[in-house]
């Protein structure tokens, strides 16, 4: 049953203000993300400089050289981590009809943007409406993701599957140049379009433009939350790691002051006699024209010449690294990602170092996962599959991206496959980059038979062997 208008502003105006302050969070959470968390005037994240009225444009340019995306690389390393490529039901050897809609909606490229989303601000969004394909005109769910810079979304406290309704605003800028927002409300019902100006605060601020029903029954929106807790409070991966970013960036600070003022040997004369027939400008002017090798003497014993040492670079350079290795520590990325270095391993000893990140990775694909199924539900329902709808066993299929040699996986599968006795075709998902296309591709070619009768001709033509002419390396070209 479709809302009225005065119930659709009344909880606009109750719940716009907790949309700004989410927004406002994750503005900050952004510019971490981005490598920009010192720029602005009213940024509190920018690095501390004593005696800030005594800058120079040198100091402020060395300021800004300071900032590095560490927390960007945080993001990048557990997204890195998660691609989504199938979701079956229990048993099914195929995947669902409704991970079609995945596919034409081209969310294989698209699912990267909701992980770094959730992963950085703590939440995301993603909807699936009625839609069409455009172009081809058939009828399908469209699918849209959104980030917590323009959707929040309301829960009940005994229903955490769908909200109960969640609004999507982005501002703009009216003629006369005052400032308002374009508002998109859900409910179980439909989609109702609105503008407000300023931000909304008042029922007179909100104009009604039009609705759009679609009857699921349900807010077809999901939540995509990172570590939530009982409270339900979603963390994202950025604000706990802050205090650490921002100590490597006052690191970086001080050592380019150090780098740029103190790292060189400074060489001094005190006691120098100026030539009685010199004047005080001619005397200023010779001591600019000392170039390298010059020599410089006195006839007074009072004359002293020496040098002050530089600064050395090495314990600014420690304290940086150690800040660094306290960050991976608390993200559980190995150090040598953030540290730059190439780390002299097997394979086998790489996977364990990575084994930590891992984990934390298996923690959000195994939250993640249970929102994908709950689109993948959502979008059955509008296609009328009610089977796939009501699918509580379907289980998402994550890429594998552990560190492996492939003679290292085909020695484990080859184990699995004759001492275990499991069959070899529930082995092929397992190799790194093979896909369900390879894997139909791979049955088909054993079932016409053409992979037997290519070896059997090469044996009858004496190719293979000890003296064949065509070598493992050829026949696995010549089966493809």
Same mark, same amino acid.
């Given at each position: 049953?479709?809302?009225?208008?005065?119930?659709?502003?009344?909880?606009?105006?109750?719940d716009?203000?907790?949309?700004?302050? &989410?927004?406002g969070?994750a503005?900050e959470?952004?510019?971490w993300?981005?490598?920009?968390?010192?720029?602005?005037?009213?940024?509190?994240?920018?690095?501390?400089?004593?005696?800030?009225?005594?800058?120079t444009?040198?100091?402020?340019? @060395?300021?800004?050289?300071s900032?590095?995306?560490?927390?960007?690389?945080v993001?990048?390393?557990?997204?890195?981590?998660?691609?989504?490529?199938?979701?079956?039901?229990?048993?099914?050897?195929?995947? +669902?009809?409704?991970?079609?809609?995945?596919?034409?909606?081209?969310?294989?490229a698209?699912?990267?943007?909701?992980?770094?989303?959730?992963l950085?601000?703590g939440?995301?969004?993603?909807?699936?409406?009625?839609g069409?394909?455009?172009?081809?005109?058939?009828?399908?769910? *469209?699918?849209?993701?959104?980030?917590?810079?323009?959707?929040?979304?309301? $829960?009940?406290?005994?229903e955490?599957? $769908?909200? @109960?309704?969640?609004?999507?605003?982005?501002?703009?800028?009216?003629?006369?140049?005052?400032?308002?927002?374009?508002?998109?409300?859900?409910?179980?019902?439909?989609?109702?379009y609105?503008?407000?100006?300023?931000?909304?605060?008042?029922?007179?601020?909100?104009?009604?433009?039009?609705y759009e029903e679609?009857?699921?029954?349900?807010?077809?929106?999901?939540q995509?939350?990172?570590?939530?807790?009982?409270?339900g409070?979603?963390?994202?991966?950025?604000e706990p790691?802050?205090?650490v970013?921002r100590r490597?960036?006052?690191?970086?600070?001080?050592? @380019?002051?150090?780098?740029?003022?103190?790292?060189?040997?400074?060489?001094?004369?005190?006691?120098?006699?100026?030539?009685?027939?010199?004047?005080?400008?001619?005397?200023?002017?010779?001591?600019?024209?000392? *170039?390298?090798g010059?020599?410089l003497a006195?006839?007074?014993?009072?004359?002293?010449?020496?040098?002050?040492?530089?600064?050395?670079?090495?314990?600014?350079?420690?304290?940086?690294?150690?800040?660094i290795?306290?960050?991976?520590?608390?993200?559980?990325?190995?150090?040598h990602h953030?540290?730059?270095?190439?780390? &002299?391993?097997q394979?086998e000893?790489l996977?364990?170092?990575?084994a930590?990140l891992?984990?934390?990775s @298996?923690?959000?694909r195994?939250? $993640?996962?249970?929102t994908?199924e709950?689109?993948?539900?959502?979008?059955?329902?509008? &296609?009328?599959?009610m089977?796939?709808?009501?699918?509580?066993?379907? &289980?998402?299929?994550?890429?594998?991206?552990?560190?492996?040699?492939?003679?290292q996986?085909?020695?484990?599968?080859?184990?699995?496959?004759?001492?275990?006795r499991?069959p070899?075709?529930?082995?092929?998902?397992?190799i790194?980059?093979?896909?369900d296309?390879?894997?139909?591709?791979?049955?088909?070619?054993?079932e016409?038979?053409?992979?037997?009768?290519? +070896?059997?001709?090469?044996?009858?033509n004496?190719?293979?062997?000890?003296?064949?002419a065509?070598g493992?390396?050829?026949?696995?070209?010549?089966?493809?």
């Open positions: 049953m479709v809302m009225s208008w005065r119930s659709v502003i009344g909880l606009c105006v109750d716009f203000p907790s949309f700004l302050r &989410q927004r969070h503005q959470m952004d510019m993300i981005r490598g920009k968390q010192g720029i602005g005037e009213e940024s509190e994240s920018g690095i501390y400089v004593p005696n800030p009225y005594r800058q444009d040198e100091h402020v340019d @060395l300021s800004t050289r900032y590095t995306p560490w927390v960007g690389l993001i990048s390393s557990l997204a890195q981590t998660m691609f989504l490529e199938g979701v079956r039901r229990g048993g099914a050897q195929e995947n +669902i009809k409704a991970y079609e809609v995945w596919q034409r909606n081209g969310w294989d698209k699912q990267a943007s909701i992980y770094r989303g959730a950085g601000h939440i995301a969004f993603a909807s699936a409406l009625p069409k394909d455009r172009l081809t005109g058939a009828a399908m769910p *469209k699918l849209k993701a959104y980030s917590a810079l323009t959707m929040a979304a309301w $829960f009940d406290d005994d955490e599957e $769908f909200p @109960l309704h969640a609004i999507e605003a982005k501002p703009f800028r009216e003629q006369d140049g005052n400032f308002g927002w374009q508002v998109k409300f859900y409910d179980e019902s439909a989609v109702y609105l503008t407000c100006k300023g931000n909304g605060f008042e029922k007179k601020d909100w104009i009604p433009i039009s679609h009857d699921l029954g349900v807010t077809p929106i999901v995509y939350a990172n570590l939530l807790d009982l409270d409070r979603a963390t994202g991966e950025v790691i802050i205090p970013a490597i960036d006052q690191d970086s600070y001080d050592r @380019l002051i150090v780098q740029r003022y103190g790292a060189w040997k400074i060489r001094y004369v005190t006691g120098l006699v100026k030539p009685k027939d010199m004047t005080e400008e001619q005397y200023r002017r010779g001591l600019q024209e000392l *170039k390298v010059d020599m006195s006839p007074s014993h009072e004359t002293k010449f020496g040098t002050l040492p530089e600064t050395q670079l090495d314990g600014f350079i420690a304290a940086r690294d150690a800040d290795r306290d960050l991976a520590a608390v993200t559980q990325i190995p150090p953030m540290l730059g270095t190439t780390p &002299q391993m394979p000893s996977a364990s170092v990575n930590s891992m984990a934390r @298996l923690e959000r195994t939250s $993640f996962g249970e994908h709950r689109l993948f539900r959502l979008a059955a329902l509008q &296609q009328g599959n089977a796939e709808a009501q699918a509580w066993d379907m &289980q998402v299929r994550w890429r594998d991206s552990e560190t492996r040699s492939l003679s996986t085909a020695d484990a599968l080859g184990k699995v496959a004759t001492q275990l499991v070899v075709e529930m082995l092929w998902e397992r790194d980059g093979w896909t296309s390879d894997t139909k591709r791979a049955k088909d070619l054993l016409n038979g053409t992979i037997d009768q290519l +070896i059997a001709d090469f044996e009858k004496g190719l293979l062997g000890e003296g064949g065509l493992e390396k050829e026949l696995a070209g010549a089966g493809a």
